[in-house]
């Protein structure tokens, strides 16, 4: 018998997060170790008349490809895949992890490749997502790898990702109903603001240029838990702006950023006139470097965004917990998402979070500086109304 909270996740990303209709084609894609989840969307597809078109992968298929593959096959891009993007009308990705490590010692140049020939799929697949012709969401499976890289048991961790979605409430719907409202809130004040600076005790001092870029609430639809407003940087800011090119400063990220089952640690990014100049890292530099020279657009930042989901407060080596933490900000370097404004393109995405609470990483906080006033201090939004620790 399967967790009934499964059962819970799955009705939340069908009916709220994704919305299936009668009639839809769904996609389903995971690891083989999730099958208790993807079977439960499955039948909630169904159940809302959709059309649930599964894809289930495996460890040892991944595992085998970066092992044995030529570089010809590294640098296909199936025209199935292609045509896959241009139709389905919702797509549920989920997580589930059997090695976070698997990929660790795969030559970083290989990884690469596979990025930048999986660029014009990225791109496909987020400018249908920003012109409202299809709707996705990913989530996290408790899976046992992901409970020890959280330093949890699975009992444990399962609890933690049931509860930042608030699948333990009797109408978790109603919650990011609830969330939303609050968050628009933010957006609303940074929707038309110019510029934005980040400051931390651990010596970050970004500035951002977002002038005509739209902010976006992020409440449970694309992410599932979610939390977070982002928007994208203007990289076109000329030199009348306080930051030219979009972005300028440097950046010391708080956690490890791990991608591709690589952990780097201790980054620091330098940036000029939006483009990354200097990368440095205590622990996997090299692969750091390799991502940021897998093409054009990979050194140029694709989003900027605050977490703001005070449910999550610990790391746990899952980007899609660690960049909505209540009282940090991320940024990716990458691609952008068209829905912002921000039109950079890359086969790279990588979400690299800055911790700005007092009690948090950098132990001292942070301030978030909008047109000169200042909106978030040491992890917490100044203004009534808006997501918080209470």
């Known amino acids: 018998m399967r967790d009934p909270r499964l059962d819970k996740l799955a009705s939340v990303l069908v009916r709220y997060s994704v919305d299936v209709q009668p009639g839809q084609l769904v ?11 993807i079977e439960a969307v499955y039948e909630e597809v169904l159940r809302a008349g959709g059309h649930p078109m599964p894809r289930v992968t495996t ?7 970066y ?23 919702a797509s549920i990705g989920l997580w589930a992890d059997v090695n976070t490590k698997a990929a660790s010692r795969v030559d970083p140049a290989r990884q ?26 990913g989530t996290q499976y408790p899976s046992d790898a992901a409970a020890q890289d959280a330093e949890m ?45 980040f400051q931390a005790a651990n010596g970050t001092d970004l500035h951002v240029d977002v002038e005509g870029m739209t902010w976006i609430n992020c409440d449970g639809h694309e992410n599932f838990p979610d939390g977070e407003v982002f928007t994208g940087p203007n990289l076109d800011a000329g030199k009348d702006s306080p930051s030219p090119g979009g972005v300028n400063g440097v950046v010391h990220y708080s956690f490890p950023a791990v ?20 990368a440095k890292a205590s622990k996997n530099q090299d692969f750091l470097v390799a991502m940021l020279d897998q093409d054009e657009g990979a050194r140029k930042l694709g989003e900027i965004a605050i977490g703001t989901n005070y449910a999550i407060q610990e790391y746990t080596k899952n980007t899609l917990f660690d960049e909505k933490i209540g009282g940090t900000f991320h940024a990716a370097v990458g691609a952008g998402y068209p829905e912002t404004g921000n039109k950079n393109t890359s086969g ?7 911790d700005l609470r007092s009690n948090g990483q950098n132990s001292g906080g942070g301030t978030i500086t909008a047109d000169g006033e200042v909106f978030s201090q040491d992890g917490e939004f100044v203004f009534d109304g808006w997501p918080g620790g209470d």
């Open 259 to 278: 991608h591709h089952g690589h952990e780097v640690h201790d980054i620091v990014l330098t940036f000029e006139h939006g483009k990354v100049v200097d």
């Open 112 to 137: 690469g490749k596979v990025s930048a020939a999986r660029r014009p799929y990225m791109d496909k697949f987020m400018q249908r997502a920003a012109d409202g012709e299809l709707k996705w969401s």
């Open 27 to 37: 996609r389903i894609a995971g690891d083989a170790v999730g099958l208790p989840l």
């Open 59 to 65: 460890q040892n298929m991944q595992d085998a490809f």
């Open 153 to 197: 048991s699975l009992r444990q961790y399962a609890d933690f990702v049931f509860r930042a979605g608030y699948l333990h409430l009797d109408d978790p719907v109603a919650m990011w109903k609830s969330i939303s409202a609050k968050q628009q809130k933010v957006v609303d004040y940074l929707n038309g603001k110019k510029h934005l600076h």
């Open 67 to 89: 092992e044995i593959a030529n570089d010809d096959q590294l640098a296909y891009l199936s025209p199935l895949l292609m045509q896959e993007v241009e139709q389905v009308d």
């Open 348 to 354: 790279l995405h990588w979400d690299m979070v800055c």
